[in-house]
């Protein structure tokens, strides 16, 4: 008997979170797949859906997301590993420099958001420092910008919210890698660039891959900044969109519906985006 | 040779301080603009420093005061306003330039203008002016500071309670479908909150709980008890089993070990867990939009301050409230970063 419930002890200790995920996670899900698929009188119809696709700024909403997410990442990734590279060597001041990089990552999206508009808005303080070091003539109207150059403005301010905090991370990864393996390359002859892509990355792979894939699935439901930035609507993105019927318009007869059908469709595109990298990820490392 | 040496070493300082600039100077001209009083915001160009005193001029013409302020541009006194109401000049000097001051004393150094000669009086700037007007102009910021703790405060005890216990079972006892597990955790992390939240305003509403921090605690709680888990998983795992089993040898019993050997050696990784927990709460502002529109967090009172008001130092300075704890948290829990990015092999 005692032996029976000692088999069982574990399975108890994990049903809350078990229970916690059926209430929380897997129910409110189901609910929104069924709540998309239904209209307003209750019966299956994909009117939700055509809707969504037909709405003229949901494939500018899309794209950019799309953009913001793909651009980012890899601007990040590809700066950040060259920068962890770069420091990966005690020097003096490497600690102090590894804390201030910090600093971007610790302040919150709302925060980051303000922090920019108190830099771009007409009087802000980079106009300002422009101006004393006689780089311009005139404050810059920064703020009204649009279509794709609003774009990389959101890219750039996202680089250095999260460029910091991804050098950190391969920094410590090539922190910890052992450095024999390295050397064993340069002993058999191997140049700088040879060791890295050869034997640096494909031992760092499992971190660059979980940090890129959730630093993806983040930068797929980026809205605050844009919506803080310019406002709704100059630039759209999938989560934007939720907010905005849940914030703007949110007493319209279709908000509800609108919202959650976007959000399936947001989770949609996270998931499948999710899977395609890791796919192809996993088809390289055989070849 | 050692020239080349000299070139590299100067261009990887040069590299260093770049990056330091970079990072810093935005911060540091955000934190001043939350200093800034109304005058400053508008004066164009300014020096980044904030002012900590005001250098002013007051002469009695015409039966009015006339308060003229030093301007460094132009290194003279500047005429700014006429009046001979001691209120009016109360209320311009408060909303220009952040200096409180009470109309006695107003009256007291301003009269001695009237015998014709020139007062010159330096004022202190009031540095706090706007945290405090940020408080009076949106009249449910310290409710909303409230909210954010609260909600924070119940996602810790969510995650922590349910997640240790998930991580604590998948490190140490021999269970089936650990793989699924893990990745079902890994999942859940990934999943996006926002399409749990929208069909969890029905539920909440249904419980009587919409609009209320505990609410947005519980969808907060869904990602973080899987990252409890994952964290704990890997702390309890570091913990060595042969710790335990000599505490059981020596007569103690199983709670008697976990309290006093086990959860003492994972303490550190707990306080990391709840501080995450609590970073998430703090930080969103989606969650808190879809379920908590009319009862804000602090984030979302921030988001809509910005939308709502011209005046980007009052943004700022609530933005710098935000800002303080998330800064101090991830800081303690630094060391903790490579986990929430995870070791995960696919």
Redesign the interface.
């Known amino acids: 008997m005692k032996n029976k419930l000692k088999q069982f002890t574990p399975y108890m200790l994990l049903a809350p979170a078990l229970i916690y995920y059926i209430m929380f996670w897997i129910r409110p899900v189901i609910k929104a797949v069924f709540e998309s698929l239904t209209d307003l009188e209750g019966s299956l119809s994909i009117a939700n859906y055509v809707e969504v696709f037909k709405e003229p700024v949901f494939a500018e909403a899309f794209g950019n997301s799309m953009i913001f997410a793909i651009v980012s990442v890899i601007l990040q990734f590809v700066i950040a590993f060259m920068l962890a590279l770069l420091l990966n060597k005690k020097f003096k001041g490497s600690n102090l420099l590894l804390f201030v990089a910090l600093i971007p990552m610790a302040v919150p999206p709302t925060a980051i958001a303000v922090l920019w508009r108190t830099a771009f808005s007409s009087y802000g303080w980079l106009n300002n420092m422009m101006q004393k070091a006689g780089l311009i003539e005139t404050p810059i109207q920064w703020l009204t910008v649009r279509g794709k150059s609003a774009l990389s403005f959101l890219i750039l301010i996202d680089t250095w919210t999260v460029l910091p905090s991804v050098m950190i991370i391969l920094l410590a990864g090539l922190q910890n890698l052992n450095k024999e393996y390295e050397e064993a390359g340069y002993v058999f002859g191997a140049s700088r660039w040879q060791v890295i892509k050869d034997i640096t990355i494909p031992i760092l792979k499992p971190t660059i891959v979980t940090a890129i894939i959730l630093r993806m699935i983040s930068a797929m439901q980026v809205w605050l900044i844009g919506v803080m930035m310019f406002g709704f609507g100059r630039v759209p993105f999938l989560v934007e969109r939720i907010a905005y019927y849940s914030d703007v318009v949110p007493l319209l007869d279709n908000s509800y519906k609108m919202s959650v059908t976007y959000s399936v469709v947001v989770t949609v595109i996270v998931l499948v985006s999710a899977m395609i990298y890791l796919k192809l990820n996993s088809r390289g490392r055989k070849t | 040779m050692n020239t080349k040496k000299l070139i590299t070493r100067t261009l990887?300082l040069l590299?260093?301080v770049t990056?330091?600039i970079?990072?810093?100077v935005?911060?540091f001209?955000?934190l001043?603009?939350s200093l800034y009083s109304s005058s400053e915001?508008?004066?164009?160009?300014?020096t980044?420093m904030p002012r900590f005193t005001y250098d002013m001029k007051i002469t009695w013409e015409d039966d009015m005061y006339q308060l003229s302020v030093y301007e460094d541009d132009i290194e003279d006194y500047e005429l700014k306003i006429y009046t001979n109401s001691p209120e009016k000049l109360r209320i311009y000097l408060k909303k220009q330039y952040s200096v409180q001051l009470t109309d006695e004393e107003i009256v007291a150094d301003f009269s001695k203008s009237k015998d014709g000669t020139a007062v010159y009086m330096q004022y202190k700037k009031d540095l706090l002016y706007n945290f405090k007007t940020f408080f009076t102009i949106t009249s449910n910021a310290d409710k909303a500071i409230m909210n954010s703790i609260i909600a924070a405060g119940w996602t810790i005890l969510?995650s922590l309670?349910?997640?240790s216990?998930?991580g604590?079972?998948?490190a140490?006892?021999?269970?089936k479908w650990k793989k699924q597990?893990n990745l079902?955790l890994l999942i859940?992390?990934?999943?996006?909150m926002?399409?749990?939240s929208?069909?969890?305003l029905?539920?909440l509403i249904r419980m009587g709980l919409n609009g209320t921090m505990f609410g947005l605690a519980?969808?907060y709680?869904?990602g973080n008890?899987a990252l409890t888990?994952w964290i704990t998983n890997s702390i309890f795992q570091g913990i060595s089993v042969e710790l335990e089993e000599a505490s059981l040898v020596f007569g103690a019993n199983k709670i008697q070990t976990f309290f006093k050997i086990t959860l003492p050696l994972a303490f550190p990784g707990l306080v990391a867990c709840s501080m995450y927990a609590f970073l998430a709460a703090?930080?969103d502002?989606?969650v808190a939009?879809?379920l908590s529109?009319s009862n804000p967090t602090l984030?979302?009172l921030?988001?809509k301050a910005?939308?709502m008001s011209g005046d980007?130092q009052l943004?700022?300075a609530?933005?710098?409230i935000?800002?303080t704890p998330?800064?101090i948290?991830?800081?303690i829990i630094?060391n903790y970063?490579?986990q929430l990015?995870?070791?995960?092999?696919?």
Request: no cysteine; hydrophobic share 60%.
């Open positions: 990887f590299f260093l990056m330091l970079a990072i810093l935005p911060f001209a955000f001043a603009t915001v508008y004066q164009y160009p300014r980044m969510i309670s349910i997640g216990m998930a604590y079972t998948i140490r006892y021999r269970i597990i079902s859940v992390r990934m999943f996006p926002v399409a749990v929208i069909p969890m029905v539920y519980i969808v709680s869904v008890i888990a703090w930080n502002s989606i939009l879809i529109n984030s979302l921030i988001y910005i939308g980007i943004a700022a609530g933005a710098v935000l800002v998330s800064l948290f991830t800081f630094k970063i490579n990015w995870g070791d995960v092999k696919f």
